[in-house]
Each structure stands twice: as C-alpha cells, then as structure tokens.
Nanobody, 120 residues
C-alpha cells in the first residue's frame, strides 16, 4: 500500500519562508509527475506546482518567482520551497503523486494535507 506523508506546515509571518516535504512509501515501482495543490474553505483545490520525472516544472502564475518545487528520486520525496509568503498563500497544501505500485497500475495518491498560515 502506497502512502504520502507531508510535513513542514505551520505559522509563518508575511515575507517569510517555509519548506514543505512529501515522502512516498510502500510498494513503489515508479513515480511519474509529482505536484503540490492548495485549498481554502469555499474554493476549489488549485494547482500550485508540478515536477515531472525528468525534472520539468510548472507553476501557477500566482507563485512564479516565489515558490520552487524539487524532488529527490532516491528518497521518493517532493519538496516545495515557499519564499516571500503572502497572507493569500494561507491554505491547506496537498501533495499528489502518480505512482506505479505492485499491481503495475498507475494511480494518483494524495497526501493528508498540511496547513500553512501566513499571518502576523
């Protein structure tokens, strides 16, 4: 069984930085695209950033130049470095990974979510 465990959320002041981590574990044969999404109450979950297995990245316009997504394939881990944080970045952040498991099927897996609060 594959699971994704997130860490790194918390309270941060405007202009500050936070680094989120998401580690996949279980019977994993291959991981394709990994990404970060965020959601606030009353709004749709939105894409923040993605990274392909070869390192290609994609960012939402609202975070370009401030956030950086990266991955460590040896650790099955994806990171989100969040700099110059704004109050509007406050949200629950979820990681998602497309993973081929022991059944040889590719399935999307989600982390449990971690809350990032940007406030003075």
């Amino acid at each position: 069984q594959v699971q994704l465990v997130e860490s790194g959320g918390g309270l941060v002041q405007p202009g500050g930085s936070v680094r989120l981590s998401c580690a996949a574990s279980g019977s994993i044969f291959n991981i394709n695209t990994m990404g970060w999404y965020r959601q606030v109450p009353g709004k749709q979950r939105e894409l923040v950033a993605t990274i392909t297995s070869s390192g290609g990245t994609n960012y939402a316009d609202s975070v370009k130049g401030r956030f950086t997504i990266s991955r460590d394939n040896a650790k099955n881990t994806v990171y989100l470095q969040m700099n110059s944080l704004k109050p509007e970045d406050t949200a629950v952040y979820y990681c998602k990974s497309t993973i081929q498991d022991f059944t040889l099927m590719y399935r999307d897996h989600w982390g449990q979510g971690t809350l990032v609060t940007v406030s003075s």
